[in-house]
């Protein structure tokens, strides 16, 4: 429990300091004032906090936390501690239908892009699990065709990136690097909901996951419908990362760094890992985005490009120590 509320007050100041740091910088006095409406707020940095930083801090944490969940799921689903969604080919799908709307609307409308992306991720997952059912399914067997038609999703946005209009195909590519830079309301809002209904199914079948994570055999001993619950968390990962990916395109190993930060924090429980998960998630999104835009000034990165950055030696120091384990 005392880990869990450093890892809360660290998240709000990381908060407060994404609020406050950026080309124009804004003092805590201000950021309350503006925070709580007080008269004391000022023109300026009621603007800036408002329709700038707020929204883009928000949708962050929200992106974040989606991803982390999505990414706790796939690694109890397949029992494998260096899954993630973008591993098994669902933020791939939810990338290729994203790419298809941008292309053929070059302005779509935000709803219109999140549902087709979630499409996207559901239709992939539903693809992975039809294809490496094999009176059963297994981890390894979803791992390698997730794999295969990640690669495939990935070929069919570059086609339709090759034959688009190229202005449109610009906006996708930016999209697909990963940026929470336009930031709006409407996208919070939209992402809140999934991320509303995501976390909440995760929390009903927290139990069974950790049920499932012993083992199929040990599940169905245990009179667990494992292959319903499987499809479930499938269906759950999907509108968790269909939805994050619509709102900021492809944003790297949030999903696999969150899951290993909640297990070191409070163990293996579903059921305490889950918001932890989300937190640490939310918190790494901010913390990246934070970095990449004061850092590397005055052209930051994306998001997406500075989580990759973090999360590579991350992947590998998971790869050196599964290795030496």
């Known amino acids: 429990m005392r880990s869990v509320l450093i890892l809360s007050g660290f998240s709000v100041v990381i908060l407060f300091l994404a609020l406050a740091i950026g080309d124009h910088h ?3 006095a201000q950021i309350l004032a503006v925070l709580t409406d007080s ?8 603007q800036i906090i408002r329709d700038i930083r707020l929204p883009r801090v928000i949708l962050g944490f929200l992106v974040g936390a989606s991803l982390a969940t999505a990414g706790m799921i796939a690694q109890s689903v397949l029992r494998n501690p260096l899954a993630e969604p973008g591993l098994i080919g669902v933020n791939a799908g939810a990338a290729l239908a994203a790419v298809i709307v941008i292309v053929r609307f070059e302005v779509p409308p935000t709803h219109l892009l999140s549902w087709l992306a979630f499409a996207g991720a559901l239709t992939m997952s539903l693809a992975i699990y039809a294809l490496s059912w094999n ?10 065709i997730g794999i295969g038609l990640s690669s495939l999703a990935g070929a069919g946005a570059n086609f339709i990136s090759t034959f688009g209009n ?13 940026s929470i830079y336009n930031s709006t309301w409407d996208k919070i809002r939209t992402l809140a ?7 909440a199914g995760s929390a009903l ?25 499987r499809a479930v968390m499938f269906v759950l990962c999907a509108v968790l990362s269909g939805a ?37 998630g939310g918190l790494l ?23 990759a950055i973090l999360g590579a030696p991350f992947f590998a120091y998971l790869m050196w120590r599964k290795k030496n384990a």
């Open 26 to 28: 804004v003092s805590i």
């Open 39 to 46: 008269p004391a707020a000022d023109a300026q940095s009621i």
């Open 135 to 144: 009176s059963g399914s297994s981890s390894l067997r979803i791992i390698l």
């Open 166 to 178: 190229p202005q449109a195909v610009q906006r996708a590519m930016v999209w697909l690097s990963g």
């Open 193 to 199: 909901t999934w991320l509303t209904i995501g976390i």
């Open 205 to 229: 079948i927290a139990r069974e996951m950790d049920l499932l994570i012993l083992g199929d055999e040990t599940a169905r001993a245990r009179g667990q419908p494992v292959e319903l619950i």
């Open 244 to 280: 994050a990916v619509a709102a900021a395109g492809l944003v790297a190993f949030v999903g696999l760094i969150a899951p290993h930060i909640a297990r070191a924090l409070v163990g293996h429980s579903h059921g305490l890992m889950l918001p932890v998960t989300a937190l640490a």
């Open 285 to 307: 999104v901010v913390g990246a985005d934070l970095a990449a835009r004061t850092l590397f000034t005055p052209a930051p990165l994306p998001v997406g490009l500075m989580t």
